[in-house]
């Protein structure tokens, strides 16, 4: 088949971009990374790629939050772009940074009356953490997720809490299929019990202390889905903290998403 073409989408401060261009290629897709000035200055280039991808890092320092600068710079000069893209039937992926941006840019869960129905915040660390996390996919994830059931992927991010504008708000955002990607408990006999619908999950598992242990969410289309562990640290068995116990698999865990997306174009 001919290789799905996929951007990776960069700003200042993003650190990320040619490690997940690397994953994309690994799963059989054609990577090119683009400073985000190239889009704003013709942003056409859009229609040259199915899949699009933000990745990690600390767009623009992250100096007023998380993604809020890259996500206001893609609020309001390609807001219109982006819509098409994903009503196109193609792909948008975010990674940790890449989450925040999608979701504080209102493409991942538009605004309602009472504004923006979700947002990522400060860890209940307030500190900047860095581990290795278990995840359970709850539902239907969309393309990236397709034949996946959990992962063990690392995490490396400050602002990474999902919180719910309230109790209500975040019942609707369960029972309408968003919360794909939940925090499972890393010892493998509680996961076996886990219910990530009533159970607290309690730190180091659920590592920034997320609403209903949210990990990552999708969308009401299922093709755009945004995440804060990062798949893309984790595709070669190599990459397993304990690969040299022979805790790996034949493949990292994250490979699978990358893979997911291409085949979706097969």
């Known amino acids: 088949m001919t290789k799905p073409n996929v951007l990776i989408l960069r700003a200042p401060g993003t650190n990320c971009d040619q490690e997940t261009g690397f994953a994309f290629e690994q799963a059989g897709g054609q990577a090119t990374i683009l400073h985000v000035n190239r889009v704003l200055e013709n942003a056409s280039l859009l229609d040259d790629f199915q899949i699009l991808c933000l990745p990690g890092g600390f767009s623009f320092g992250d100096d007023v939050a998380a993604g809020r600068i890259l996500a206001g710079v893609m609020q309001r000069h390609l807001a219109d772009e982006l819509r098409k893209f994903r009503d196109d039937g ?3 992926l975010g990674i940790c940074n890449g989450f925040q941006v999608l979701i504080k840019s209102g493409l991942l869960l538009a605004d309602d009356q009472q504004g923006p129905p979700a947002t990522l915040t400060w860890n209940d660390s307030g500190r900047f953490d860095d581990r290795w996390v278990r995840l359970s996919v709850q539902g239907d994830g969309g393309p990236f997720l397709s034949g996946v059931s959990e992962m063990y992927l690392p995490i490396a991010h400050a602002e990474g809490k999902f ?20 925090y499972a408990p890393l010892d493998a006999a509680a996961r076996a019990d886990f219910n990530p619908d009533s159970d607290i999950l309690p730190t180091p598992d659920n590592p920034n202390g997320s609403d209903a242990s949210v990990a990552g969410i999708r969308d009401a289309t299922g093709r755009v889905l945004g995440l804060m562990p ?19 698999g034949e493949q990292g865990d994250g490979l699978a998403m990358f893979q997911g997306a291409i085949n979706y174009f097969a």
């Open 90 to 92: 193609k792909l948008i």
């Open 163 to 182: 919180v719910a504008r309230d109790e209500a708000t975040l019942e609707q955002l369960r029972s309408a299929g968003h919360l794909v990607l939940r």
């Open 230 to 248: 990062h798949p893309e640290r984790h595709i070669d068995p190599t990459h397993h903290p304990r690969w040299t116990r022979g805790e790996a």
